[in-house]
């Protein structure tokens, strides 16, 4: 019998953040935090989103929807060069979703900031139906993505009807 040692640092070698995909991929290096690093992902996304809500709504939706497509591709790509679907390092997924929640606070005061933030990590952590079944099913940069687009849907609704 051969006992393979596991250990998930041994593929952070493969990163670079001299390559753009793997910086972007990586929430500009933040992933790279050994402690809770989709936590860490999430909060480093909080900036960025409050440079956004600057935008018009339209604006914010296209740079969003930009973000997806661009998202896709580059944690495919980073997936591909680390050797691993969705290492815990791949944080861009976390961008998106919490600035998908974020987008229906009522207001942008740090409760509502804070209250979005643990709702979609409490989601996102859990991965209630269907979002596990999509995070075992859906491979590659789609599969990487929409845990946290539809996790980040669901808090948003929530943060909505709170909001009312």
């Known amino acids: 019998m051969i006992l393979v040692y596991y250990n998930k640092n041994i593929y952070k070698e493969r990163l670079s953040l001299r390559n753009p995909l793997h910086f972007l991929a990586t929430g500009f290096g933040t992933g790279l935090i050994s ?3 989709g936590t860490i992902g999430s909060l480093s996304a909080i900036p960025l989103w409050w440079l956004m809500t600057f935008l ?3 604006i914010y ?3 969003l ?3 997806v497509i661009i ?3 580059l944690c495919h790509r980073t997936s ?3 050797g691993i679907h969705d290492h815990s390092s791949i944080v861009w997924d976390e961008f998106i979703g919490i600035w998908i929640t974020l987008m229906m606070i009522p207001c942008i005061t740090w409760q509502w900031i804070l209250l979005g933030f643990i709702i979609f990590r409490i989601i996102d952590c859990l991965k209630p ?3 596990c079944w999509l995070d075992k099913n859906v491979s590659g940069g789609i599969g990487i993505m929409i845990d946290d687009i539809i996790a980040g849907m669901i808090a948003a609704i929530i943060i909505y009807n709170l909001g009312k």
């Open 71 to 73: 998202g896709i591709y």
């Open 80 to 82: 591909c060069d680390i």
């Open 65 to 67: 929807l930009i973000s």
């Open 56 to 58: 018009s709504l339209k």
């Open 61 to 63: 939706l296209l740079i």
């Open 129 to 131: 139906w269907p979002i």
């Open 35 to 37: 402690f809770i690093p």
